[in-house]
Nanobody, 126 residues
């Protein structure tokens, strides 16, 4: 079992930055791929970014490529999402997720992930 807790959300002006953190419980954190998703009001979750268990491989949604950066610190059981050049359309609830890895599932799909955090609100004002 893995429990995930996101922090770092808030209100920021367009063009600003925020850094989200996702702290994980459990001694096997380093064996999980980690991802970030976001959910817009009245819509389903949207894939944002994924990082492999070693941190050596990442995969970004086109909408955030070049602006967002994912990283992880396995010693601290934490994954980070650095968000720069934020836009009002980035406003959403951001959730982190952990996956033990499924060879036949798409890492950009929710089905790839076993555990989810509660989410943190990010609001970007224009």
């Amino acid at each position: 079992q893995v429990q995930l807790v996101e922090t770092g959300g808030g209100l920021v002006q367009a063009g600003g930055s925020l850094r989200l953190s996702c702290a994980a419980s459990g001694r096997t954190y380093s064996s999980y791929d980690m991802g970030w998703f976001r959910q817009f009001p009245g819509k389903g979750r949207e894939f944002v970014v994924r990082i492999s268990r070693s941190g050596g491989s990442t995969d970004y949604a086109n909408s955030v490529k070049g602006r967002f950066t994912i990283s992880r610190d396995n010693a601290k059981n934490t994954v980070y999402l650095q968000m720069n050049s934020l836009k009002p359309e980035d406003t959403a609830v951001y959730s982190c997720a952990a996956s033990s890895g499924y060879y036949l599932r798409d890492p950009q799909s929710q089905a790839y992930y076993d555990y989810w955090g509660q989410g943190t609100q990010v609001t970007v004002s224009s």
